[in-house]
């Protein structure tokens, strides 16, 4: 199955060359290439790609903006590009519906790597990561908890699973702490994201701290620390 491409970036050489990087990959397309974020919106539209690049700093509509109405309107992924290794615009980018976020100079692999995890419906920063960085951009806006109805919709057993996702737990991991198996995990996490609306765990973390379900400074389960090293990419 070949995975279709826009790429989206106001630097003609830049988006050149990620194009170039990805069209000789054999199971990779780049149908369309946009200079600004506009142009992003409309080839998404036309073309229908699974994966769309966007710079973060573009004219007219910013790759954020962009994002938010690509993530919006359809099916396609987003991953970021930008020069600015900022937490601010990773939190940003998540929050509108990106699925990773990348600095221009990634490596090759790691760039075509990169669009193939976001194509298979996996997100390109462990769930632990943006727990850290959802933390950081809430708690000066700390409110006291209120019960909020977005949730009603989750079962008890849902709920729980929502929260182990939010303080950064695997699968193996919340199967281990409810005493399930991995297989009934996998059907808790796809029964949260779809009655959430949600495209995967990185938005269920923002989701949870968004609802009140878990506060920055929680301490995980069983009081371990959770939030070390994380892998590149993390599943569903």
Do not use: W
Not at 27 to 49: M, N, S, T, Y
Not at 54 to 74: Q, T
Not at 83 to 91: A, G, K, L, Q, R
């Amino acid at each position: 199955m070949t995975i279709r491409v826009v790429v989206a970036d106001d630097q003609e050489l830049v988006r050149s060359g990620f194009a170039m990087i990805l069209d000789v990959q054999p199971d990779l397309e780049v149908v369309a290439e946009a200079g600004d974020g506009a142009e992003a919106i409309d080839a998404v539209r036309r073309h229908a790609p699974d994966v769309a690049l966007l710079d973060i700093r573009m004219p007219r509509v910013d790759g954020i903006e962009a994002c938010r109405a690509i993530s919006a309107a359809g099916d396609c992924r987003t991953v970021m590009l930008t020069t600015f290794d900022s937490d601010e615009y990773v939190y940003e980018s998540l929050h509108a519906g990106a699925s990773g976020f990348l600095l221009k100079d990634v490596r090759r692999d790691d760039l075509v790597h990169a669009v193939r995890v976001v194509a298979r419906g996996d997100s390109l920063l462990a769930p632990s990561v943006a727990r850290r960085l959802v933390e950081q951009y809430t708690r000066p806006a700390a409110r006291p908890r209120r019960p909020d109805p977005r949730l009603d919709v989750l079962t008890a057993r849902e709920r729980e699973t929502l929260l182990l996702l939010a303080r950064g737990l695997s699968n193996a991991e919340i199967a281990a702490e409810l005493v399930v198996s991995d297989h009934t995990v996998k059907t808790h996490v796809g029964n949260v994201l779809a009655k959430l609306g949600l495209r995967d765990r990185i938005q269920a973390v923002i989701c949870a701290y968004e609802t009140g379900l878990v506060a920055a400074g929680d301490p995980p389960p069983g009081g371990a620390d959770r939030a070390g090293p994380s892998p590149a990419s993390a599943r569903k």
